[in-house]
């Protein structure tokens, strides 16, 4: 059964930082790019970020614009976990954020972020 866990959000300032962690299980983690997405109230979910698969500890990674420079995706492939450092954060920002394995419909349940003063 597969199961993904995100953590992390919370309520922060406009300019804070908060950090996601999704942790997995029931897939071989190592092998599945990840990515993150995030929904906010009435929008449709959308891409945030992704890193490539594999067993070295140099990945590839891919950002939407509005986040390029502020987030920063990482993994750890002993611990089946995917990172999400996000920076400078924005009330824009705010929406429930998710973590996904690549061209699966595996979700988990999300983690809400809120951006504002």
């Known amino acids: 059964q597969v199961q993904l866990v995100e953590s992390g959000g919370g309520l922060v300032q406009p300019g804070g930082s908060l950090r996601l962690s999704c942790a997995a299980s029931?897939?071989?983690?190592?092998?599945?790019?990840m990515g993150w997405y995030r929904q906010a109230p009435g929008k449709q979910r959308e891409f945030v970020a992704r890193?490539?698969?594999?067993?070295?500890?140099?990945?590839?990674?891919i950002y939407a614009d509005p986040v390029k420079g502020r987030f920063t995706i990482s993994r750890d492939n002993a611990k089946n976990t995917v990172y999400l450092e996000m920076n400078s954060l924005k009330p824009e920002d705010t929406a429930v954020y998710y973590c996904?394995?690549?061209?699966?419909?595996?979700w988990g349940q999300g983690t809400q972020v809120t951006v504002t003063s």
């Open positions: 996904n394995p690549t061209f699966t419909t595996y």
């Open positions: 890193i490539t698969s594999g067993g070295s500890t140099i990945y590839s990674t």
């Open positions: 029931g897939i071989t983690f190592s092998t599945y790019a």
